[in-house]
Every structure is written in C-alpha cells, then in structure tokens.
C-alpha cells in the first residue's frame, strides 16, 4: 500500500482539484505543524449546504436512463452508499437503487421517538424456532441513508478474538480474514467520520482521533459502580465530532464536517494552526494547552472548504 | 374511585374494594396538563418549551394534543373494551386522560407496525381485534355482559390473568396469550409516552433540537426543567404501599 493509497479519496486519477501544503507523518496522513493528525479532505462533506442538512439535490448531475453503468448497488445504507462512493471516485459508473425516500432532514426528520418512526424499515419479519429473539422496531433503516438514519453513531472495532470464535470458543465460524486485514480500514473511517472515544486498552490497544464524550447521569452511576468492583471502564467510541480541544489533535480533525446535526457549534481550525490570529478571543485554557484556535457557536466554513469554493 | 380528599377514598383501609391507595396524594398539577392532573413536577409543563423546539417537531408533538383522531380502525364495540383496557393497565381513571386508544388506532390503521411478529401469531391489527373478542368472553366466563362494562375487579382479574396468559376459551386457545400481551403494552406504553401530558407527569425534557442538553451529571437538570415537588422514591414507596 503506497501513502497516497492511504487517503481516502485522494488518490482519484489527477481530478483532485485542490490540496493543502503539509507534511506528510510516517502513516501518510499529512500532519499539522503540531505533529496532530489531519483528516485528509473528504470532498462529499462540502456538498452539503451551510445553511441546510439536506443534500442539495438541485446541483445534482442527472443523467439519461440509457447512460450505460457498471455497477448497480442494491440498497442506499452506510454500505452501499459508501461502495458507490469509493468507486465513483475511482471512475466506475454506478447506479444505486433505493426503495425509501431521499429524505430532506430539515423538513422530514424530528427530535422525537414516536416521530421517528418512520426512518425505520418495517416490512415485516417474521421471527420463530426454538428460542425465537425478539427484534426491535428500529433494527434497519428506511430510505437513503439506511440504518444511518437513526444511527447513535457507535463505532468499535471488532476486537482480533472475535475473527476466531470456532477455534476459540466452538461457537459460530472462524472469519476467512483476521481483524489485522480490517485494521487499516478500521483506522481510516476513524479518522473520516471522525470517531470520538476513550484510548481503547483491550484487544489492539488504539486511540480515537477524537476525545472522548461527556457521559450522562446513567452512565456516571454506572462507571461509579465499575470502578468499585475493579472493572475498566472506557467511554466508547461515537461517529460523532467532539469539538472539545483536549489536544491539538481533537480541535485539529474537527474542522470535519460528519454528523448534520453536530454541525451545530464549530471550532474552526482556520488559519490559526501557527498559533497566531483570534487567540485574543480565546479561553486561556485552550490558548495555553493547545494554541489552535476559537470556539464559536455560529456556523463557519473551514479554510479547506473555502478553499475548495473560491477553485470551483 | 373517589377524587380529593372530601370522601375516605384516599384511606387504603376504607375504600371500598380495599384496593391500593391512589395516587391523589401526589400534587396537583399546577402548570400544564397532565393524566389525571397530579405529576411530579407540578409547575413544569413541557409545551411552554416549543418555542425552543425546531418547526417540524413543534407541528408533530402540538398535533397530539390538538388534534386526537378519531377511531376508523377498531369497530365501537372493539373500541369500547379495548379503551377501557388501555385506560385501566395505565391507572388513568380520571379525566384527563392521555387518549391512548385513539393514537394507537391511528397507527394500525395507517399500517405502522413494529417490523417484526412471531411465527405463531398473526399479524397485530388482528391480534388486537382478537384480543378485543377475548377480553369479552373472559369477562361474560365471569358473569359479564362485556368487558367494558364489568365490575371493576371483573376487569382487573381478566387483565391479570391475560399478562400471566392463563385465559382459556376459544380466542385464547389459538392466541399465545403472552405474546398478544407484549404486542398490546407495546403500543400503549410507546404511545402513552409519546404523548406530552405524560412527559409532564415524568417531567422528560421533550424534544432536545436543536437546543440540546448541557447537564448530564447525576442529579442535575436543564434550568427549564422542572423541580420535582417531592423527594419520594418511587421505587421505594411503591414496595411500601404494597401496590407491587
């Protein structure tokens, strides 16, 4: 695997139309000047509008129905969008087909459980034998997006035992590949989504590009109880940024756009990398420990982003 | 059942079913609305924050309030036992009560179903009309014209025995009776929280879009959250009052 390989994206036959200045760390992601890791641009977050969460649809290509493809991808989800993702980028032609509805997350989701409802794919299944399980309502999703549509956003890692249950345990079927064949990819969707989460010290210890969440009420209790019965206790991985700088490397990555809805409150990485600019505006506490830049609650495109509009 | 305080209703020891103490001595609801009145949190009303909530969610949750829909799927006689039902396993015996039956009729009739059902049971608009027939002929095995208009303790006996799932006669010979049990708690359980009178009662915080939370931590709550009235542990005085 050659660095440029390791860029999600990147490496897409000279159509890369912009690219920042940066030095390049040993895993060939490029670094900031602070040795933190940056999330190598990810294009399909900048179609998304400032000012909307729904994917502007009237800046779509349309094409004819005789345009000849190469691959069709049954079913919108995290899967098969990301398939039709990935090999459009590499040039393939490919229709994905969808049976749910292209939601507009302004105008068709809401902050509400029984509203929610109808994210939900709920043809129905029909469950029995010996010691049937019972499913939630909730256990696939509906229309583009799939399951991503309700999704909480929780994102471990497989732990290496897990690919070797039959030879370990006598349950189920070993897995044809070892979980050091998904790590790579495991490390590079950490860092696109980009995952929050405590260093994770079982299995293949790894960090998250992120720091961890603030926990709630029940899970306080929870760790309180953990922690007097000597159990480890680690906040588990989300998919959902965490703009709180801990270290450089946190408000780094978080210039990232990933979930619409944690878009909310940004802290913009722009020209500030060198520690200079709005330090002014700055809580001392995060001009001292990091030197990286404001949090501001009002929305505010990136330098990438800019960058990326002013070129087309 | 009694209300307030003028008759010995709210006496364990007097009532005259000897039935478990009501709630009443719970506060009245001072601010909003919730089942019955009494809550918790009697100056907290959960629908003086849509102001705060974004514009699509604000239109669904104000519609469960303002606009119940009227039974098109169950038939009266249907409506009659299984309203009763509802209203009995969720304690709601006064006005106001949250319109459990109406919002549930609502979904089956539109098809909103869970996804999934057992092999050995039918489909659930069916089960609740079965159900329906089968609270029926429990209450006349007890003497009863229909469920709907039994002695109370009528009710009460053939909704214990429905949740143990020992009904016996002809719906309940081809209905597994516990899992006709979890299809209906499912739906009034999700559908009676669903509703903001009952986010009141339990003083939930409603919609969090996009205002979002900022407390987390044992014990804390939003500043627009509501104070709970008493310090009771629920979990505790229901072990104490013997309403186990």
């Keep these: 695997m050659t660095s440029s390989d390791r860029d999600f994206g990147g490496d897409d036959g000279g159509e890369r139309r912009f690219s920042l200045r940066g030095r390049f760390g040993p895993h060939g992601l490029r670094t900031f000047p602070q040795g933190a890791l940056r999330p190598p641009d990810n294009d399909s977050a900048f179609l998304l509008d400032v000012h909307r969460r729904a994917v502007p ?13 190469d691959l069709v991808i049954v079913g919108a989800g995290a899967g098969g969008s990301t398939l039709a993702q990935r090999l459009a980028r590499r040039g393939w032609k490919v229709v994905v087909l969808e049976v749910g509805p292209f939601w507009d997350p302004d105008e068709d989701w809401v902050s509400d459980e029984a509203g929610a409802h109808r994210l939900y794919w709920t043809e129905q299944r029909v469950i029995g034998g010996q010691d049937p399980v019972e499913l939630g309502k909730n256990n696939s999703g509906h229309g583009v997006g799939g399951s991503m549509n309700h999704y909480a956003g929780y994102c471990p890692r497989f732990h290496p035992s897990d690919f070797e249950v039959r030879t370990r345990d006598g349950v189920g079927q070993d897995w044809p590949i070892s979980y050091w064949d998904l790590k790579a990819h495991y490390e590079r969707l950490e860092l696109e989504l980009p995952v929050a989460g405590d260093f994770w010290p079982w299995g293949d210890p790894h960090r998250y590009p992120h720091t961890a969440h603030p926990v709630t009420g029940g899970a306080e209790l929870c760790w309180d109880g953990a922690r007097k019965l000597g159990i480890e206790v680690r906040v588990g991985p989300v998919g959902i940024t965490r703009p709180m700088p801990r270290t450089a490397k946190a408000a780094a990555s978080s210039g990232l756009r990933s979930s619409p809805r944690a878009r909310k409150v940004w ?11 709005r330090r002014s505006n700055c809580p001392h506490w995060i001009t001292r420990r990091t030197r990286i830049c404001s949090i501001s609650g009002v929305p505010r495109v990136p330098t990438t982003a800019e960058a990326r509009l002013k070129r087309s | 059942m009694s209300s307030g305080f003028r008759e010995p209703g709210h006496l364990p020891n007097l009532r005259p079913d000897r039935q478990p103490a009501h709630p009443d001595r719970l506060p009245r609801q001072q601010a909003g609305v919730t089942p019955q009145m009494y809550g918790r949190y009697p100056e907290y009303d959960v629908l003086e924050e849509a102001p705060h909530w974004d514009e699509v969610t604000r239109r669904l949750v104000l519609d469960r309030v303002e606009k119940v829909p009227d039974i098109r799927f169950f038939s009266d006689a249907e409506a009659r036992t299984l309203g009763v039902f509802c209203d009995l ?24 179903l869970d996804g999934f059902r057992y092999a050995d049971m039918p489909d659930d608009r069916e089960t609740w009309r079965r159900v329906a027939k089968g609270l029926d002929a429990a209450a006349r095995q007890h003497g009863s014209q229909e469920f709907a208009t039994a002695q109370w303790t009528v009710q ?63 014990g804390q709550r939003e500043h627009w959250e509501g104070a709970a009235a008493t310090a009771v542990d629920p979990v505790n005085d229901v072990k104490e009052q013997g309403l186990e």
């Design chain 1, 267 to 277: 802290v913009y990485a722009a020209s500030l990398l060198q520690g200079r600019g």
């Design chain 2, 89 to 112: 396993v969720l304690a709601q015996d006064k006005e106001p009560r949250v319109p459990v039956l109406n919002m549930i009729d609502a979904k089956l009739y539109a098809g909103q």
């Design chain 2, 156 to 218: 009460c006996q053939v909704i214990e025995a429905f949740s143990k799932g020992s009904l016996h006669g002809q719906v309940w010979d081809e209905l597994p009776a516990k899992r006709a049990w979890s299809v209906l708690m499912r739906a009034v359980l999700s559908v009676f929280y669903s509703h903001p009178w009952a986010w009141n009662e339990i003083g939930f915080g409603g919609p969090a879009y996009p205002r979002g939370f900022a407390r987390f931590g044992v």
């Design chain 1, 57 to 69: 649809r009237e800046r779509m290509a349309h094409y004819d129905d005789s345009y000849a493809v």
